[in-house]
């Protein structure tokens, strides 16, 4: 991504002008990579090209920052050819990154000696599934997976432990506490106390940026490469494992996981048990979706209880776990990807934030996505809930009312205003819901009729129209 943004006029900064504000050192954090503003015509040329292609080279955040008197004046699109002056150009082809023989061949050592391999997928292997599976079934392996990478495999595959770390699952943990290897695969995972301890494991990770290597954990090799071609480079050096015995481990353990979250989202609660919701909500996601999810309690039912299946994908706030990214990170998702359906998941504190603004421009630009649907799904508890309950937990501090109270909100009512239908499932809707395992009527009814759209044409759920909601 690559942010040009405003500045006061070049001839009022230094004089703490109205609205002047030290806009480097403010996106330096961010856009370390890349931060620059122009002074001069001549350099616009070259500091947009190269802010473009650092953008894209490193998959990170660069930023421009244009002063306002500079914007009217003419552009100069060749340098005169001087002292001093900068000729860049644009433009790059798509490159194979794969380490040499030489590593390939110690990597592959390592994890055909080892008798327990677990393997963690992050990001970077969103577009490696079918290398991962592969990987895991040669090594008897099972598969954790970092937040940002839940859409990297599958959830209905026996041996995939789903999450790692304070959202994770029991078989994840148990998977990495057991192994002797561990393969880590395009991930960043920050929390080591949820990797094997020191010693316990030899770990091979494989990452495109060199800077990201052996930061987690002392790997023996270090693999810099595309995850998708180092795998597949990988694989002919890979030998099978005859002795099954740890993957069926993984596997029970994976299952027991299932049922322990069965368990726990079929347990009443009042008013409502926020897992019942995403346990009801899994099998109803369209094929293909994009689910995008806010930092908040929502974030642990995304984590856990949402089953992806192949095609989807997902994101939250990963590093930042910034509050508010989920309705933005729709609209995003809309915006590139305008003929699959979005999910939004979100708090009521992140909804008060920003998502209620971000409805007004959904509500102003749904009409130029060709699949229209983006359901929101608003946790209401009237609570920055995931906050109290960690100063509950870690300091044993009672619930912060001055901090941690919201103020009620109507946000069906605010989206029907906006001309959007909507609907609140209460918990009196709930209790009076026939049938342990049914949503009540309303939301069954809206989340139903969201999955599989009505067709303007025959008036029944038909797939091939997606117009008919929003
Ligand atoms: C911008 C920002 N502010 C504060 C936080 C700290 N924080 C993380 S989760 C959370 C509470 C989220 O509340 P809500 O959106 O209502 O969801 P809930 O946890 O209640 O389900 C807070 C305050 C943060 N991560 N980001």
Same mark, same amino acid.
């Given at each position: 991504?690559?942010?040009?943004?405003?500045?006061?006029?070049?001839?009022?900064?230094?004089?703490?002008?109205?609205?002047?504000?030290?806009?480097?050192?403010?996106?330096?954090?961010?856009?370390?990579?890349?931060?620059?503003?122009?002074?001069?015509?001549?350099?616009?040329?070259?500091?947009?090209?190269?802010?473009?292609?650092?953008?894209?080279?490193?998959?990170?955040?660069?930023? #421009?920052?244009?002063?306002?008197?500079?914007?009217?004046?003419?552009?100069?699109?060749?340098?005169?050819?001087?002292?001093?002056?900068?000729?860049?150009?644009?433009?790059?082809?798509?490159?194979?990154?794969?380490?040499?023989?030489?590593?390939?061949?110690?990597?592959?050592?390592?994890?055909?000696?080892?008798?327990?391999?677990?393997?963690?997928?992050?990001?970077?292997?969103?577009?490696?599934?079918?290398?991962?599976?592969?990987?895991?079934?040669?090594?008897?392996?099972?598969?954790?997976?970092?937040?940002?990478?839940?859409?990297?495999?599958?959830?209905?595959?026996? *041996?995939?432990?789903?999450?790692?770390?304070?959202?994770?699952?029991?078989?994840?943990?148990?998977?990495?506490?057991?192994?002797?290897?561990?393969?880590?695969?395009?991930?960043?995972?920050?929390?080591?106390?949820?990797?094997?301890?020191?010693?316990?494991?030899?770990?091979?990770?494989?990452?495109?940026?060199?800077?990201?290597?052996?930061?987690?954990?002392?790997?023996?090799?270090?693999?810099?490469?595309?995850?998708?071609?180092?795998?597949?480079?990988?694989?002919?050096?890979?030998?099978?494992?005859?002795?099954?015995?740890?993957?069926?481990?993984?596997?029970?353990?994976?299952?027991?996981?299932?049922?322990?979250?069965?368990?726990?989202?079929?347990?009443?609660?009042?008013?409502?048990?926020?897992?019942?919701? *995403?346990?009801?909500?899994?099998?109803?996601?369209?094929?293909?979706?994009?689910?995008?999810?806010?930092?908040?309690? #929502?974030?642990?039912?995304?984590?856990?209880?949402?089953? *992806?299946?192949?095609?989807?994908?997902?994101?939250?706030?990963?590093?930042?776990?910034?509050?508010?990214?989920?309705?933005?990170?729709?609209?995003?998702?809309?915006?590139?990807?305008?003929?699959?359906?979005?999910?939004?998941?979100?708090?009521?504190?992140?909804?008060?934030?920003?998502?209620?603004?971000?409805?007004?421009?959904?509500?102003?630009?749904?009409?130029?996505?060709?699949?229209?649907?983006?359901?929101?799904?608003?946790?209401?508890?009237?609570?920055?809930?995931?906050?109290?309950?960690?100063?509950?937990?870690?300091?044993?501090?009672?619930?912060?009312?001055?901090?941690?109270?919201?103020?009620? *909100?109507?946000?069906?009512?605010?989206?029907?205003?906006?001309?959007?239908?909507?609907?609140?499932?209460?918990?009196?809707?709930?209790?009076?819901?026939?049938?342990?395992?049914?949503?009540?009527?309303?939301?069954?009814?809206?989340?139903?009729?969201?999955?599989?759209?009505?067709?303007?044409?025959?008036?029944?759920?038909?797939?091939?129209?997606?117009?008919?909601?929003?």
């Amino acid at each position: 991504m690559v942010a040009i943004v405003g500045q006061q006029a070049r001839t009022a900064l230094g004089g703490d002008y109205q609205q002047e504000v030290d806009l480097p050192s403010l996106f330096k954090d961010v856009a370390h990579e890349y931060v620059q503003m122009v002074t001069a015509p001549g350099q616009v040329r070259h500091v947009i090209d190269r802010a473009f292609r650092i953008a894209r080279d490193q998959r990170t955040v660069t930023c #421009v920052i244009v002063p306002l008197d500079l914007q009217e004046e003419k552009a100069v699109e060749e340098p005169p050819r001087a002292h001093g002056t900068i000729h860049s150009g644009i433009g790059r082809t798509g490159a194979r990154s794969v380490p040499d023989d030489a590593s390939l061949r110690a990597a592959a050592d390592i994890l055909n000696a080892g008798e327990r391999v677990a393997i963690l997928a992050g990001a970077g292997a969103l577009h490696a599934t079918d290398e991962l599976v592969e990987v895991a079934d040669r090594l008897g392996a099972g598969i954790a997976k970092a937040l940002l990478g839940k859409a990297a495999v599958p959830d209905d595959l026996p *041996f995939v432990t789903g999450s790692i770390g304070l959202l994770g699952t029991q078989a994840s943990w148990e998977m990495m506490e057991g192994c002797d290897t561990l393969l880590m695969v395009g991930s960043s995972f920050p929390y080591s106390e949820f990797l094997p301890k020191e010693g316990q494991a030899r770990g091979v990770q494989v990452d495109l940026d060199g800077r990201k290597l052996g930061l987690r954990y002392p790997m023996e090799v270090n693999l810099v490469g595309d995850s998708a071609d180092t795998l597949r480079a990988l694989l002919p050096l890979l030998q099978r494992k005859t002795d099954r015995g740890w993957r069926e481990g993984i596997e029970a353990g994976v299952a027991r996981w299932w049922q322990t979250l069965e368990q726990r989202a079929m347990t009443e609660a009042k008013p409502v048990n926020p897992q019942r919701v *995403f346990r009801e909500l899994s099998p109803l996601l369209p094929d293909a979706c994009i689910v995008c999810c806010d930092s908040g309690t #929502v974030a642990g039912w995304y984590a856990r209880d949402l089953k *992806f299946r192949r095609g989807m994908m997902g994101s939250v706030s990963g590093s930042l776990a910034s509050m508010g990214c989920a309705l933005p990170y729709a609209l995003a998702a809309k915006m590139a990807h305008p003929a699959r359906p979005v999910v939004a998941l979100v708090g009521d504190g992140a909804m008060q934030m920003l998502g209620i603004n971000a409805l007004i421009t959904i509500a102003h630009r749904w009409k130029e996505w060709t699949d229209r649907r983006l359901p929101i799904l608003v946790l209401n508890n009237g609570d920055l809930n995931m906050v109290t309950w960690e100063q509950r937990a870690n300091a044993g501090d009672r619930r912060f009312d001055a901090s941690q109270l919201l103020p009620g *909100f109507p946000y069906a009512e605010y989206a029907k205003l906006l001309g959007r239908a909507a609907c609140a499932s209460t918990s009196r809707s709930w209790s009076s819901s026939r049938g342990r395992k049914r949503w009540p009527p309303t939301a069954r009814w809206w989340w139903r009729s969201w999955s599989t759209p009505t067709c303007r044409r025959c008036r029944r759920t038909c797939r091939t129209s997606r117009s008919g909601t929003t």
